[in-house]
């Protein structure tokens, strides 16, 4: 990392890291030297170092009635950073006052709106699949349904499977006593039939390639993922949604 991406993780924009680094190699200049110094206009240079005097990472003094600026030395970012830090701190002790207050304009607003999530590619496809199991956990549903597809051309010219994704999803969500209701799309080169299977052990040896699709329906969540090329997975959340499917799957089980 050099010292302008360091002075851009700390938040300053590329122009105020420039301006911030030529006023430390030059010591104490008026704006109207660090803007020759960079070709920049003078008043937005000058701006930027009365912002940066505000937040105590330069220093100014009068010199021949002149305004000059100057770091006085390097510690100055560690004093920033630590100040920045005791910020952030604050705002994390009130963050649960100020997500509840959030939380009621989402009831109240945009109700009827799913939120919609992408997962793109293989990590983002394993994300999903992390994010399944800690919705699941962290609302403590007792059931959820899955639908894959499962020709058999998959099942020949694929070799990746689900488990290539998340190993032991399956296995994790029964030891936590949930419930999997399972179906498969069967079938040689496109699905035929629909069917019911109790194997869910087996789930994870699916095939995930060749434009396979899985369908999980999570609470009032319904996640999507189709394995191509690149991998990419939805998660819609929408109370609407999810009661219709789970309606179909209730469906089929009686069927």
Known sequence: MNLLQFFQKLGFTSKEAEIFLTLYKLWTKPASTIARHLNIERTNVYKTLLKMAQENI???????????FFVPDASVLKRYMTNRIEELQKLEDNFVA???????????KYSSIPKISIFDGIDGVRNLYTDIYE????????????????TFESQISVNTTIKDYYQDIFAKLQKKKVTIDAYLGNGILIMEQVARTTNIQNLNQLPAGNSAINIFVVGRSVYIVIYKD????LKL????????????????KVE
Do not use: C, R, W
């Open 98 to 108: 100020i997500e509840t207050e959030l939380s009621q304009y989402d009831k109240n």
């Open 230 to 233: 690149v991998p990419f997975g």
């Open 135 to 150: 919705t699941v956990v962290a609302n403590k549903y007792f059931v959820i349904k899955f639908f894959a597809s499962n």
């Open 58 to 68: 330069v220093s100014e003094t009068m010199v021949n009635g002149v305004k000059h």
């Open 237 to 252: 959340e929408s109370e609407d949604l999810a009661n219709v499917m789970h309606f179909l799957f209730e469906k089929l």
